[in-house]
């Protein structure tokens, strides 16, 4: 992997046309922006790009799998959906089964549980 991206590519990627908005976008999060000496070529440091592309996703990773977001966060940008799949069954079944059990204190409330827990164990 190339360590610099072009101005032009990095636009496309975000879905701007123009370079007033790339410009725009990279001077708001602090992507430096280099030129080529002796032309009028631009470019960005591919991985300052790539983290301010997905700097907002990171908080929700870390919401969604606690200590596992680098996992998550890596197969996201490898776009491997079979390791975000295993990452979210993991995740799943830790949240299900987990170490406290609730106690059923109603008559309506046992019947509330054990009608989700069999439609859970259906899954």
Known sequence: MEALINIWEAARLLG????????????R???AILHEVGS???????VQFNYAR????????????KDRWPDALQACIDNNI???IELEERFKTNLVF?????RAIGQHEQKFLSTLTKQIHEL
């Open 82 to 84: 079979v390791r975000m």
């Open 98 to 102: 987990g170490k406290k059990q609730h």
């Open 40 to 46: 009028n070529g631009q470019y960005l440091i591919r």
């Open 54 to 65: 997905l700097k907002p996703l990171i908080p929700v990773l870390q919401a969604l799998f």
């Open 29 to 31: 999060r602090s992507v």
């Open 16 to 27: 701007f046309k123009d370079l007033r908005s790339i410009r725009k976008w990279c001077h």
